[in-house]
């Protein structure tokens, strides 16, 4: 009997046992189940957190990402403005100077007309006293006159162009060379005495005829001529050929070498002699010159310049 009861009360104790350790189990489990809610809870309360910053952060740098593009492109805008409106002032300014530039080519073509009527009032006045054949032989002098220049004109040019010829390596001689350097400037001097002698012949039938200013004129195309042919001997000096009215003695020349006359080329009314070789008494004399006739080809470009300046009339 007894054994019997401490069997049943271990028994009984045992389930309580059990029943202590199942319950202290499970309270354990719950425990670690709640600790592990919390634990998880927490870490994405923290997740949401650093996520929540990221956003604002990415958000921050975008606003000042389109305000930096805003700001530029208001920049940019501006100086597109600014740049434009530059232009429309440039263009402005540029229409408004074309304007007043054909308002003053108005006003001197204006005034050249006025002035030009001017003189030919002076010279149909001037003319009055004088017969219609002075008229002519002065008008043909200064045609002459200006056919020469013009003459004088083609031979510098042809002369610069020999000059180049003569500049490259040839078989000619130096003494060629500077032989015809030499006559080509005795050519434009005799040119020149021969233009100051008409300047001379024709000074008082020009002055009182076409009046101060187309004198003046006259002058300065007289002293710009003279002035070259003073520069054209400067060039011959300083190149160490010598001048024909300072050395040209015969030791210096050879006696077969043959001049050309670019006058006479130019212009078959041109009679020069032909000789060879060129003596310093023949150098001093006075020069034999016949003026060249005519061309057509100023008249032609008259008549173009009278045509302009009816055609600037009627404008």
Known sequence: MLLLSIVSVCQCFAVLEDGALAHNLQEQEIEQYYTTNVQKNQLVQNDIRIAKKLQDEEEEQQAQQSALIRQASRQL??????????????????????????????????????EEEQRIRRRSRGSGSYSEGTLSETNLSLGELQQVLEDEELALKLQEEE?????????????????????????DEEIARFIQKQEIKSKPRSRELEGPESWR??????????????????????????????????????????????????????????????????SLEEPTFIPPTKRQTDKSGRSKSKEKKENCKQQ
């Not at 232009?87 to 005034?111: F, N, T």
């Not at 000059?163 to 005795?186: G, I, M, T």
Request: hydrophobic share 25%.
């Open 77 to 114: 805008e501006e100086q597109d403005f600014e740049y434009a409106r530059v232009i429309q002032e440039e263009l402005q300014r540029c229409a408004e100077e074309a304007r007043r530039r054909e308002l003053d080519d108005e006003e001197i073509a204006k005034q050249l007309q006025e």
């Open 217 to 282: 004129e006259h002058r300065a195309m007289i002293n710009h001529h003279d002035r070259r042919a003073a520069r054209e001997r400067q060039r011959l000096d300083s190149e160490g050929l010598p001048s024909p009215t300072e050395d040209c003695s015969p030791e210096n020349l050879p006696p077969t070498q043959q001049i050309r006359n670019i006058a006479e080329e130019l212009d078959p009314t041109f009679q020069a002699r032909r000789q060879g070789t060129i003596s310093l008494n023949e």
């Open 163 to 187: 000059e180049k010829l003569f500049r490259r390596p040839s078989q000619h001689s130096s003494y060629s060379e500077r032989d015809f350097r030499v006559a080509q400037v005795a050519q």
